[in-house]
Each structure stands twice: as C-alpha cells, then as structure tokens.
C-alpha cells in the first residue's frame, strides 16, 4: 500500500480526491485529509507518508511554502491545483506529478503509478521529461484570452449546486457522479456559445462569455438539461463588468458582483443584473421579471435583480431569498415603542 496525504483548503475537492482514489487507485492509503498546509506539517511529521497530494494556493501558507520547511523532501509529491503557471516552479520541488482541477482519472493513475515505480528522488532526466509534459499540458489548457486582452468587458457567469455538502455526506458515490454529469453539460454549453471557463470548483465555476446574450442562452441550456433524471440543483448568477487577469486570476468588481447574484439565487434559477436585463429585453425568447434591488455585502449601491422567467426554470419568491447580503440594522425594542405610541410592558 501507498500511505498518503491531501492537504487542501477546500473540502469538495478533498472529497472529490478521496473518491477517486478510491475508485481507481485502491492501492493507496488516504491517512488524513489537512485543511491547511499547518495541519499537512504536523501529520507528515507523524504518519510519515509515502506520498502527499497538496494543493498550492491556501491561505496563510501555501503549498510550496510547506516543502521548504524540510531540508529534503522524504515524501514523492503531487501538485493538485486549478493553476497552470506554477508547472516550472513545481518542478523545483521535486514534484511527482502535477495534476489541474478538475482530475482527470486517468492522470491520477499514471501520477500513481509513478509512486510505485520510483522509490527514490527524481532524476534529472525524470525532471525534463515531466517539464516536457508540463508544458505541454499548460499550452493546451491555457485560457483562450491574449496578454493585449487582460482587461475587457465581459459577461460574467456564475455556478454553485445546491446542497453539495449535504450530497457529499449521503452518498459519495452519486455525487461524484452528479458532479460529473454537470461538469460535461456546462462545458459543452459554454463552448456551444463561445464562452470559456475559468475557473472549475468542483460544485461550481466562473464562465465568461463576450455576449450577454450567449450567457444567458448558455445559462438557460444548461439549466433545461440538468433538469433531467436525475436533477441537479443549480443556482447561477450572471453581470457584466470589466475584467482583468493577475497570477492567473480573474479579478473585478464584476466578478464580486456576478458572484453576489448567484449567491441569492435557489436550485433551478438564472438571476442577473440590471445591466444584463437590459441587452436581452428587445429578445423574444427570454422572458425575465424583477425581483427589485437587494444591497449586497461589500457592494456600495443597492443593485436590481432580474430572473429569468423561461418555462421549467423557478423565479425565487424574494421573502425566502437568502445570500452574501447586508444585515438589515433592527431598530432597539425601546424605539420601536417609542414611535409606536404605545406602552412597554
């Protein structure tokens, strides 16, 4: 058996992880599942392992600040991270294998396989044939967009499934294949309509689309289809705003903004901005209706909220409607009293 480790700060992929290996390389171990690159430290140092699946990007100390707390690295590594621009620095530190988000199953299992056969440190060999295919693997991955492109205008998509969590603890299994399921139905409609997606989260993703239209068109596609046995309750949020990249990160207030839309949405439901509703409202075949503005945290101005109205997608009842919005400040029982007229009892 291959005794090993996950160090990842987010749980849906430490999950996800952990299926996959269960179900493809049952001849490794998963001995503890660390949260933070803190708690990674402390269990290497007490269970030894053979290998460590460790995720870059954390906060506080990420993945590469881990393996510089040992002189010599006593363990084979394997990157597991949405980020193709760390492949060189990766290399550096010995990693086995460097496996983006969402894991293919069968790199997994090459990544495996690899552990089994090599007991010792890389060769400098093994280091240029890994670069190799590192870098052929970020050139085929890398986003579509050009550097004369890092900032511009662009429709914003969100996605989360409802009550992922509570999936992940009922039954595994399925789960990972839901996830599956609306993985291939989301790409397939965001390239039908020339958008790109960004960022994949497991139970969730950022799409980006060049038309507000093809957003929608792609949102309301995607819905229909995950309507279907089993469903899959998916809630998205879309805006447009300006965009820009940095270390391989989609940043703006747009993105901040699409994000907050999608978190006041429920299972089976498309909302957008004002800004949206106002590129679709001359298309027939959308039909959309608003839901009237909500202040969202970190937002400045009170924003207007449109869903989309299609048949077969769920227009959110606002009453019921919760999300990343501002605690609404309740008057003292005292002043409430006082302007009422009436007495305190």
């Known amino acids: 058996m291959i005794k090993a480790i996950i160090v990842d700060d987010e749980v849906h992929c430490i999950d996800t992880l952990s299926i996959l290996l269960a179900d493809y390389c049952p001849e490794v171990e998963v001995m503890e599942k660390c949260m933070s690159a803190k708690k990674g430290l402390e269990a290497i140092g007490h269970l030894k392992p053979d290998l460590v699946f460790l995720d870059i990007e954390m906060p506080i100390m990420n993945g590469f600040e881990l393996l510089e707390q040992f002189k010599q690295i006593p363990f084979a590594v394997v990157f597991t991270t949405s980020y193709d621009q760390y492949a060189i620095k990766a290399i550096r530190f010995s990693a086995l294998d460097y496996l983006l988000k969402p894991i293919d199953p069968k790199e997994l299992i090459a990544a495996v396989h690899k552990v089994q056969l090599q007991k010792k440190p890389p060769t400098e060999e093994q280091f240029r044939l890994l670069m190799e295919h590192l870098q052929g693997k970020s050139s085929q991955l890398a986003p579509k967009i050009s550097l004369s492109q890092e900032r511009r205008l662009a429709a914003i998509l969100f996605t989360d499934i409802v009550g992922y969590t509570s999936m992940m603890q009922e039954n595994e299994t399925k789960t990972l294949t839901i996830i599956k399921r609306y993985t291939t139905v989301l790409k397939q409609s965001v390239t039908d309509h020339s958008g790109e997606v960004l960022n994949d989260y497991g139970d969730g993703s950022l799409c ?137 009892t």
Do not use: C, Y
Not at 299 to 317: R, S, W
């Open 208 to 344: 980006i689309f060049a038309s507000a239209s093809e957003a929608v068109q792609s949102a309301l596609e995607v819905q229909e289809q995950l309507q279907k046995d089993p469903s899959i309750p998916l809630r998205i949020g879309i805006h447009i705003g300006e965009i820009f990249f940095e270390d391989g990160k989609i940043l703006g207030d747009g993105v901040n903004l699409a994000s907050r839309i999608q978190s006041i949405a429920v299972g089976n439901s498309i909302l957008f901005s004002e800004e949206i509703q106002d590129k679709i409202k001359n298309i027939p075949k959308f039909r959309s209706v608003s839901l009237g503005s909500f202040e969202f945290k970190n937002v400045e101005k009170p924003i207007v909220v449109f869903a989309l109205a299609n048949e077969g997608l769920t227009v959110p009842d606002r009453s019921a409607m919760a999300g990343k919005l501002k605690r609404k400040k309740t008057m003292p029982k005292w002043m409430q009293v006082f302007f009422s007229g009436q007495k305190e």
